[in-house]
Structure formats: C-alpha cells, structure tokens
C-alpha cells in the first residue's frame, strides 16, 4: 500500500525533490514521479496529442519515476498506472521559490499538480520554499550539493503531514504551504488564507520578442491573516484551500439578476 505519492514541478533533478522524497519514506510508503525537466508556471496543464515517456531510475541512491509530462500528468500516471491502490496523500514540491497569492497559485505547476490530486479525491499538500534573491545566484538548485538548502523544508513537511495524519477536512481540498528560508520545524505555522494582488507585468518586450520574466513579491500593503503577511514575519503559511469555483455569496443575487423579465 503507498501512503504518498510525491511529484513536483521543477524537474526530478531539483534538489528540492530527493530530500522530500527521503524525509517522507522514514515515515510512509511514498511512490515518487516528477517531470524529466523543469515545468513551472505550467498550473494544472495536461499533455495531449503527444506520447509520454515514463521512466524507472536512480538518483542519488533514491528510486524514482521521471515522465515527460506535466506535474499533472505525474499524479495522473501516478495516480492510475504506479500504486496499486489509491494513496492517502499526494505531496508536490519542495518548489524553489515562494507560491502565495492567487496569482501565483492560479498559475504555478507546484499547485497545479496538488489541484489535480484534489480533482481526483485525493487530499493534496504543495510545498514551496522561499529563496532570497541574495541566495539564488550562489547556489546551483540542479546539484546534489545543494539538498541540505531543502533539508529543513523537508523535515517541516513531514511533520504537517503527521499533524494532519491523513485527516480529511470538508471543504479543504488541498493545502499550499510556503516556508521561509530560514525556517526549522520549531518555526511557528500560521494558518492563512492567500493575499489578492497582480503580480503585474510578466512579458517584456526586446527588438519585437517578449520574454517572461517574473516579478519579484512585494511585501507591501499586508493584510492580517494572508500569505503573504505570514511569510514577511517569519512563519509558516498553511492555507487550506477548495476548488468549489461556486461564488456561494452572490449566488442568489446573480440568480435573481438573470432571471428577472427585461
């Protein structure tokens, strides 16, 4: 029986991944499956028309399957063609960099892959862990050398998982947990809910060509309670999240607005 099946979104080769992978199978039975190459900013996306190629190898003494999908291609093949039965969790991450706010959530492979869990009944956690910019030219996140970096995020996530213990919460469809840099599993866990804002301009324009650059979060204009103010103090944002998609407020008010006579 696998307890958790675990992808990401920044390639099997991140060093983000094995740690992830070997803190969780001290504990559980964990199936892992992850792109064969970076596929971020991808969210929930699913390859059509094109044949995938799945892959059983070893990385640094850990076993693993690479696929040349999406994140959520990985829960799919892991999902119905890797474990025999149905596992009690699926873990995407440790992704190298900070997913908050609705923008980046909405677009992120990390979070896209935990939706596709949670779309197919399983309970969902994605990790990210935030990297200074000071820090991300001085380390290379594709080498094995650099696996002590994720080791604390690491640890953090097996210890949510063994708080939560597979529990199943009514209108948590999954969690999206970011972990500040500098955080150990001491660190406080601030249950959150993600800040609304733009991340503003992602193409920019050279001789005629745009290329996507991603704008660094701004740590302004903080409400209590979100994302983004948590991981500013130094804590551990934990936000449950569903995917109803139903504005249960308004819902009675759009209703009556269309169906009233012209």
């Known amino acids: 029986m696998t307890d958790i099946l675990v992808t990401n979104d920044d390639g099997y080769n991140c060093s983000g991944f094995v740690p992830l992978v070997r803190a969780l199978r001290k504990e559980y039975s964990v199936v892992a ?76 492979g990390t979070i896209g892959a935990a939706m596709e869990a949670a779309i197919d009944g399983v309970p969902a956690i994605a990790v990210s862990l935030q990297v200074p910019m000071h820090v991300r030219g001085k380390i290379d996140f594709y080498n094995s050398k650099s696996y002590s970096v994720f080791e604390n995020a690491a640890h953090i996530t097996l210890k949510l998982i063994k708080k939560i213990n597979f529990r199943r919460f009514d209108d948590v469809d999954l969690f999206s947990v970011n972990i500040p840099f500098e955080a150990t599993v001491d660190t406080d866990i601030e249950i959150t809910t993600p800040f609304k804002k733009p991340y503003g301009r992602l193409f920019h324009q050279t001789k005629g060509k745009f290329l996507q650059r991603t704008p660094p979060v701004e740590f302004t204009k903080m409400l209590e309670g979100t994302d983004l103010k948590a991981i500013h103090e130094g804590k551990i944002s934990m936000s449950p999240i569903n995917l109803s998609l139903t504005p249960h407020s308004s819902l009675q008010e759009v209703k009556s607005v269309i169906t009233s006579e012209w």
């Open 33 to 108: 499956i992850a792109p064969d190459r970076g596929r971020s900013w991808i969210g929930k996306a699913i390859t059509t028309k094109t044949e995938l190629e799945l892959k059983n190898i070893q990385r640094d003494s850990v076993d693993l399957y690479t696929l040349s999908g999406t994140p959520a291609d990985c829960v799919q093949i892991g999902l119905y063609d890797l474990v025999e039965t149905r596992p009690k969790q699926v873990v995407s991450g440790i992704n190298f960099g900070l997913n908050i706010g609705h923008a980046r959530i909405l677009s992120s």
